[in-house]
């Protein structure tokens, strides 16, 4: 295997995974963050964020893996370079592209110092792993020319290639050793040579491991131009969040009509052509990617005069099953003045203890605003949910936040909440003892025959 040194610019949730990844599998990796004390943290071996199997994953990577403030530092040693910077809604939901432009620009300007010591053999191959709109590979390009024509108006060789990330939140270690597919764009061929040579031992799963990989003969590359890997990413995104909010429509239906939609799901997900997966009625998407990047490709429709019909509906049906939540929670206890409702779970999936975007700010925010006194519950999420939301009271035992209750609504699907004793709640919780089940995860009949006053969503 060809041992590369790396860059990687960023050191949040795509950033640390990637590097500790690229690091497992035998390159050089250094990290670097504008964040100090993130960056110390990390040097002390302590990982900022929740996310299975990434703390020993940096430990034992300790001899390849470092951890910086110094991007010159970092332009000057690596091979290659990664963007990992977050994008986060701008303006009218485009994306906000000034980390990436203030990297890119600092790159050309490390570039160009670099260059004065020591012609590079190689051009610096700068990877966008960011999520941004078509164009910004361009946007990029230039920024690190401009940023090269500051320090002494001469030419730096790099390559711009876009390699968009598909890891989940929860799973991202996992998702990023064994990967459904790489997807790489660029201009030159040079540079996908030179990424493909990189992932070559993710590709052929030539590294340690003690996870089950993916049933698979080797990891698929996707290789095309700049804007259609970076429009790759956004139709991914766009096609999961419209699938939930497809399977959220049919629920709703299914409760008009009085149809199961967990059986639905099963029934139409069996067709390979639909899929089982992403097909979970509830109350609906959010996280630090879906949400944004919806938004994020709907600006682009509307830059080129494009109403993106489909996508507008997508996020309406999301915004519905929020509101859903609530109608649910009034049509059983009539007034939420004076009621205590908890919130099982607060993260906005399980197995992260990440809060953007998540549904039980908005549900706990809505609750409160009508009267209620919300207690919350989540095993890591719990403090940050508390040091944005005052008004919630958040408590690390779901029977705590069960007790006294009036009404209870499952937003995260923790295995602590999934195996919730139903007999258990009901001993503790207060008339109606009403159960909002926004995941479907637990059992109607077992609920019911606790004494629990079962509501899913679309579940008959
Ligand atoms: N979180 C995910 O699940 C996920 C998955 C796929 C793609 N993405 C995309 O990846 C990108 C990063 O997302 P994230 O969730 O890792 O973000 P994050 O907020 O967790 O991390 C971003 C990091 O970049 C650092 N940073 C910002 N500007 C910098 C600069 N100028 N120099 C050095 N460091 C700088 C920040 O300090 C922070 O630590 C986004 O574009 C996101 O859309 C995220
Ligand atoms: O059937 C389902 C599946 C998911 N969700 C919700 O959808 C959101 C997103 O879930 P998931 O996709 O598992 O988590 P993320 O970590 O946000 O990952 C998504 O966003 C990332 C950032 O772009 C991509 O890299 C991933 O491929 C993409 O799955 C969460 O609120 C889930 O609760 C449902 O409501 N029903």
């Known amino acids: 295997m060809e041992e590369f040194n790396v860059g990687v610019v960023g050191a949040g949730y795509v950033g640390l995974v990637t590097g500790a990844c690229l690091a497992h599998v035998g390159h050089r990796v250094r990290c670097v963050d504008k964040n100090e004390a993130r960056v110390a943290e990390l040097a002390e071996g302590r990982v900022p964020i929740y996310e299975p199997g990434l703390e020993e994953l940096v430990a034992r990577g300790r001899k390849r893996l470092s951890f910086s403030t110094d ?21 009218g939901g485009s994306a906000d592209l000034s980390s990436v432009g203030a990297v890119a620009r600092s790159v050309g300007r490390a570039l160009a110092e670099a260059e004065r010591e020591r012609a590079r053999e190689k051009p610096l191959v700068v990877v966008n792993k960011s999520t941004v709109p078509v164009g910004s590979g361009d946007y990029v390009s230039m920024l690190v020319r401009e940023g090269a024509q500051e320090v002494d108006g001469g030419n730096v060789p ?36 030179t990424m493909r040579a990189l992932y070559q031992p993710i590709v052929e799963q030539s590294f340690p ?57 099963t029934g139409i997900g069996l067709d390979d052509r639909i899929g089982a997966r ?85 549900i706990a925010r809505l609750v409160n605003s009508l009267g209620a006194r919300v207690v919350g519950y989540d095993p890591v999420a719990g403090k940050g949910a508390a040091a944005m939301l005052p008004d919630l009271k958040v408590v690390f035992d779901p029977y705590e936040a069960l007790a006294g209750a009036h009404a209870a609504v499952v937003v995260t699907e923790w295995e602590e909440v999934r195996s919730l004793d139903p007999e258990k709640a009901a001993s503790l919780m207060e008339d109606p003892k009403l159960l909002v089940d926004g995941r479907n995860v637990l059992d109607p009949a077992a609920a019911l025959d606790a004494g629990l006053l079962y509501r899913g969503f679309g579940r008959g």
Request: hydrophobic content about 45%.
């Open 71 to 91: 991007l010159p530092g970092a332009v000057r040693d690596s091979d290659v370079l990664f963007i990992a910077v977050d994008t986060p809604p701008g303006e």
């Open 158 to 193: 790099y390559r711009v290639v876009s390699n968009p990330e598909f890891l989940r939140e929860g799973s991202a270690v996992y998702d990023s050793l064994f990967p459904d597919r790489i997807v790489l764009g660029a201009e030159k061929r040079d540079a996908l040579d």
């Open 278 to 362: 992403f097909l979970n009625a509830g109350i609906g998407w959010g996280g630090s990617c879906f949400p944004k990047d919806v938004a994020a490709l709907r600006a682009v429709a509307r830059e080129y005069g494009h109403e993106p019909a489909l996508l507008d509906a997508t996020v309406s049906v999301n915004e519905r099953q929020r509101k859903a939540v609530i109608q649910k929670l009034q049509r059983d206890l009539r007034t939420l003045k004076g009621k205590r409702v908890a919130l099982l779970g607060l993260a906005f999936k399980p197995n992260t203890d990440d809060l953007r975007e998540a549904p039980s700010l908005e």
């Open 209 to 265: 491991t003690q996870l089950d990989p993916r049933p698979r003969d080797a990891v698929p590359f996707v290789t095309t131009d700049l804007a259609s890997a970076e429009m790759i990413k956004y139709a991914a995104n766009a096609f999961l969040a419209t699938k939930i909010s497809f399977i959220n429509e049919m629920a709703a239906l299914c409760e008009l009509v009085g149809a199961d939609v967990t059986n639905v799901a």
